[in-house]
Each structure stands twice: as C-alpha cells, then as structure tokens.
C-alpha cells in the first residue's frame, strides 16, 4: 500500500527538541521530492521544509537555522529535526510527496501533532 | 514569497447546485520551465488534505470529474459541478512554482 506514517510528535517546552519522521512505503522513495506542512489548530496549511531527490533542502524563513530536513533512502523515511521550539510552532505536522513532475503533493500522511507549551 | 488570496473564505452552497472558487496571485505562477504549479487540495473534517487538481487543470488520479481547475498567470478557478455531501470541508490552492511554496487561506464549502 502506498502510504506516509508520521511519528515523534509530543509534547515539549520552549527551547526544546523533537524529531519527526515520515516512513514511506508502496513506492520508490528515493526518487521523490518530500515536503513538511504544518497545520496549526483551526489555522490554513503552512509549508515547512523540502528535500529533493538529490538532497538539496529549503526552508520556510521562519524555521531557518532551528529546523533540519532530512532523508534515509536506505529506510525510507523523512525526518524533520525541530530545535529551538516556539510555542508558534504548535501544529500538526505532515509529510508529503511531490509527483515525479513536481509541483503538487500527491499523497499526504495523517500527521503527528506537536505542541509546544510550558 | 508569493500570496494567493481565495475567495470566498465560505461557500453555502446546496445540495446538486454548483460551486466556484477563486485564487489569484500577486505574481504570474508560470515556472521557468513553461509549467504552472497551481494545485487544488480538498480537506474534510478530521483528515489530512487531498490533492484535486494540479497544474491548473488536471483532475488527480481518483477525483471525480464535477470537479475541473481553469485559469492562467495569476487568476486560477476550482468548480465544482454539482455539490455533493461528501464535498463538505475546506479547499485550498497551493503554488509549487517558486519556494516557499505558499497556500490560500482556504474556503470552507458548507451545505445550506
């Protein structure tokens, strides 16, 4: 079955770490762009973060320099290392796949929530 | 960054009537490689988003054909034929062309 299964999400306080990842299955991970979007509670979606194929990643200004995308062909998944948390940065957090073409997100996980509270 | 501003933000519409919704962009979403990465998502209550559309106008693997994408540069539509129930939930376009990719704020089509 072609899915994303996304875990590692919590509870943290400011200041604090967490490591999401994203396992990918029912297809050739390695050759696919992946992305993190963010869903803050009863708020629009907000891209996070991009890895290509090749490795090359991008960022949203907001998480430069706190957050790291990464990937492991090896064991197909994606992971987003989240550092110097914001209790704005509380939100459900996606993974998603862009088509070969790009430019869209064909299939989406069901999300991990995380929550930055003191 | 780019901005898309969707209008409505809500949609009462009935049950067998049609839909509309629009996005526009400050800035033309044509890529440099001649493509325009306009995409529609649909996300109901409780669950993850849902792609549409993508490229303006091509219905994704699955989706039913009420629903059809229109438009060019920066003024982009998502139609929807005849509203069905499980349509109910928020819709959002999304620019893939230049990061950071950005989304519209959503429209929230309701049953009247």
């Known amino acids: 079955e072609v899915q994303l299964v996304e875990s590692g999400g919590g509870l943290v306080q400011p200041g604090g770490s967490l490591r999401l990842s994203c396992a990918a299955s029912?297809?050739?991970?390695?050759?696919?762009?992946m992305s993190w979007v963010r869903q803050a509670p009863g708020k629009g979606l907000e891209w996070v973060s991009a890895?290509?194929?090749?490795?090359?990643?991008y960022y949203t200004d907001s998480v430069k320099g706190r957050f790291t995308i990464s990937r492991d062909n090896s064991k197909n998944t994606l992971y987003l290392q989240m550092n110097g948390l914001r209790v704005g940065d509380t939100a459900i957090y996606y993974c998603a796949k862009e088509p070969g073409t790009g430019g869209a997100f064909d299939l989406w996980g069901q999300g991990t929530m995380v929550t930055v509270s003191s | 960054d780019i901005v898309l501003t969707q209008t409505p933000l809500s949609s009462p519409v009935t049950l067998g009537q049609p839909a509309s919704i629009s996005c526009r962009s400050r800035q033309s979403l044509v890529h440099s490689d001649g493509n325009t990465y306009l995409s529609w998502l649909q996300q109901r209550p409780g669950q993850p988003p849902r792609l549409l559309i993508y490229k303006i106008s091509n219905r994704f693997s699955g989706v039913p054909d009420r629903f059809s994408g229109s438009g060019a540069g920066t003024d982009f539509t998502l139609k929807i034929s005849r509203v069905e129930a499980e349509d109910v939930g928020v819709y959002y376009c999304m620019q893939a062309t230049q990061f950071p990719y950005t989304f519209g704020q959503g429209t929230k089509l309701e049953i009247k």
């Open positions: 029912g297809f050739t991970f390695r050759s696919y762009a």
């Open positions: 890895i290509g194929s090749g490795a090359s990643t």
